[in-house]
Every structure is written in C-alpha cells, then in structure tokens.
C-alpha cells in the first residue's frame, strides 16, 4: 500500500524560503496527479498547486511565481519550494495524489485518494 511522507516544513522568517518534499513508498506515483494543498487553523484545506507526471504544473494565482513544484517519477518525490514567503503562508502542508488517472488537475481536496500527514510551515513577522 503506498504511503506519501511530508518532510521540510518548519520555521522561517518572513521573505525567506522553505523547500517541501513528498515521497512515496509502497509503490510508485505512476499517472497519478500529485498536488500541495494547505490548511491554516480553522480555515479549510485549499489547493497550492499540482503537478501532471509529464511535468505539466498548475498553481492558484496567490502562489504563481513564488511557488514551484516539481516531480521526480524515477525517485518517487515530488518537491514544493515556496519563497518569498508570508505570514499568511502558515499552514499545515499536505501532498496528495490523485491515482484515477485523470490529466487534469484539480484544486478540490476532495478528487484526491490519498494524503500524507502533513509538514508544519511557520512564517514569523
């Protein structure tokens, strides 16, 4: 059974950068679609962005250009470097696949099948 592990989250000053793994275990991602999603205290999870295995990206417009995703099929990651970041960037940081076989990317947590535990990430001001 696959399993995704979150590492890299934690402290970080405002305007500095963090760098968000995943990797999977048990077998490989495959097709599956893999997204970052995120949820503050007392908000809802929302999408960051996500990632087609052919490399293809999409991000909301609050993330484009301070946020990269990136894949690696033949070791099984896929990566969030987040920079320039912002107080209201604290969250809880999850990976997620959708495994359906889909080609588009979707922004609700609820076309996802499969979560890690979720990294921590602090911006102080």
């Known amino acids: 059974q696959v399993q995704l592990v979150e590492s890299g989250g934690g402290v970080v000053q405002a305007g500095g950068s963090l760098r968000l793994s995943c990797a999977a275990s048990g077998r490989t991602f495959g097709s599956a679609i893999m997204a970052w999603f995120r949820q503050a205290p007392g908000k809802e999870r929302e999408f960051v962005g996500g990632i087609r295995r052919d490399g293809l990206t999409y991000y909301t417009n609050s993330e484009k250009g301070r946020f990269t995703i990136s894949r690696d099929n033949a070791k099984n990651t896929v990566s969030l470097e987040m920079n320039s970041l912002k107080p209201e960037d604290t969250a809880v940081y999850y990976c997620?696949?959708?495994?359906?076989?889909?080609?588009?990317?979707?922004?609700?947590?609820?076309?996802?099948?499969?979560w890690g535990q979720g990294t921590q990430v602090t911006v102080s001001s």
């Open positions: 997620a696949a959708d495994q359906r076989g889909v080609l588009r990317v979707r922004v609700s947590a609820a076309e996802y099948d499969l």
